[in-house]
């Protein structure tokens, strides 16, 4: 069996564009007038020329939304007509009524006060002649119509307060949407400044470490130095167990605090107290020097962070062996300073591989509201890094 879809007339009447529903509106009011001109109501039957004058004071009810002022006026011209011959006082009553609603709900309330105060005045003159009568009169049209200027005024401010509370949640639901990409964006960055700082430091470890035991495999092979080469495989081994720690640390922001598959993919953050092992396992000489008690843990994962990459750094673009680095980290004035400077040859920028060491360094001290300098030693040869990391409320 075929579908039928039935619509219904209030669905129908809606789906109209507001022309068609003012045309509709204003045909179903001229049809009203003319059952109630020849029913209820004061005057006498119309004629040919009152028909004619009732039928056209309902046309401009078609253009009411888009000039109400025009219409009020047209409306009032013709209803002035009619009721000067006589006509039934009553039939013109319900198109009144709705131009003066649609003023009132289109414009403010000082326009509409204006408008019920001009068409107040305007019927008191026109029922003036007629005496006591006409004064109940007055009276009474005077209470509908300051009943439907009211019924605008309130429908205006409904829908003006409806539509600003919609704004309102419109923009609050944007401005958490913003937020929510700000917060991701900002913890994708986190992430992947770990990362880099992470596998930076383990691969460059690892890469001098297997370079010490190849080059002893290498050097004499009849005379090989068994401890020298176990050395470096346990410190490769070390690193690695190191990395593969901190990465499940960092990668543990992926997952839920709860997370039971792995309760140890969350740990604390790196810090101050993990530098003597950065220094130990950091694949050259490195002179460390620390004189601070305890600082807010960010600004401890912060100076970590940046002395970790300071030195990868220093590894991987010394330019020779038995380079020495120097590290320290001490706090002055409200501020924590860290100075790490080697003794290279890899300062000169043409010779070092773009990446993101240096950014990721000056992102984390910013991150506790912070600054980072680093470039070419003035003492003598090598790069320097220094950073500022505050102590205070900023941190």
């Known amino acids: 069996m075929a579908s039928t879809t039935v619509t219904r007339p209030r669905q129908a009447f809606a789906s109209l564009d507001p022309a068609r529903q003012d045309a509709c509106l204003a045909a179903c009011l001229a049809a009203l007038a003319g059952v109630v001109a020849v029913t209820v109501g004061s005057g006498r039957h119309p004629d040919a020329l009152g028909w004619s004058l009732l039928l056209f004071l309902h046309v401009p009810l078609v253009w009411r939304r888009r000039a109400p002022l025009t219409t009020l006026t047209i409306m ?25 609603y649609t003023v009132a709900v289109t414009g403010g309330p000082r326009r509409t006060a204006v408008v019920g105060c001009a068409v107040v005045a305007l019927m008191v003159v026109l029922k003036i002649d007629h ?70 430091h383990s691969i460059t470890l ?38 593969r720690g901190e990465l499940r640390t960092t990668l543990g922001v992926l997952r839920d605090p709860g997370d039971p598959a792995d309760p140890d993919a969350r740990g604390p953050l790196p810090g101050l107290h993990g530098l003597t092992d950065l220094a130990r396992t950091a694949g050259a000489d490195v002179d460390l020097s620390l004189t601070a008690g305890e600082v807010p843990p960010a600004v401890g994962a912060a100076a970590y962070r940046i002395v970790q990459e ?10 020779r062996d038995g380079l020495s680095v120097r590290v320290r980290v001490h706090e002055e004035e409200g501020a924590l300073r860290v100075r790490v400077t080697d003794d290279g040859t890899g300062a000169d920028g043409e010779r070092r591989t773009p990446g993101f060491g240096l950014l990721g360094m000056r992102e984390r001290a910013r991150s506790v509201g912070g600054t980072v300098d680093a470039g070419p030693r003035a003492d003598g040869p090598g790069f320097e890094v220094r950073a500022l990391l505050p102590l205070g409320e900023s941190a």
């Not at 009032?76 to 009524?97: F, G, L």
């Not at 068994?226 to 050395?231: F, L, S």
């Not at 300071?310 to 330019?319: D, E, K, P, Q, S």
Request: glycine letters at 6%; charged letters at 25%; hydrophobic letters at 45%.
């Open 76 to 100: 009032i011209a013709s209803i002035a007509v009619y009721h000067q011959q006589d006509y039934n006082h009553s039939a013109p009553t319900a198109a009144s009524m709705v131009i003066l």
């Open 206 to 243: 690892i890469g001098v470490r297997t370079s010490v035991a190849a080059h002893v495999l290498a050097a004499d092979p009849d005379r090989l130095d068994r401890a020298a080469v176990a050395r470096s495989l346990e410190d490769i081994a070390e690193t690695c167990r190191t990395a």
């Open 131 to 200: 005496g006591m009568a006409g004064l109940t009169v007055t009276f009474q049209i005077t209470g509908w119509i300051v009943s439907m200027l009211v019924l605008g005024g309130y429908i205006r401010a409904h829908r003006e307060n409806a539509a600003a509370a919609l704004d309102r949640a419109e923009r609050a639901e944007r401005t958490r949407e913003e937020e929510a990409r700000r917060r991701v964006a900002e913890e994708r960055l986190r992430i992947a400044r770990d990362l880099h700082d992470l596998l930076a």
């Open 310 to 319: 300071a030195l990868t750094n220093a590894v991987r673009h010394g330019g």
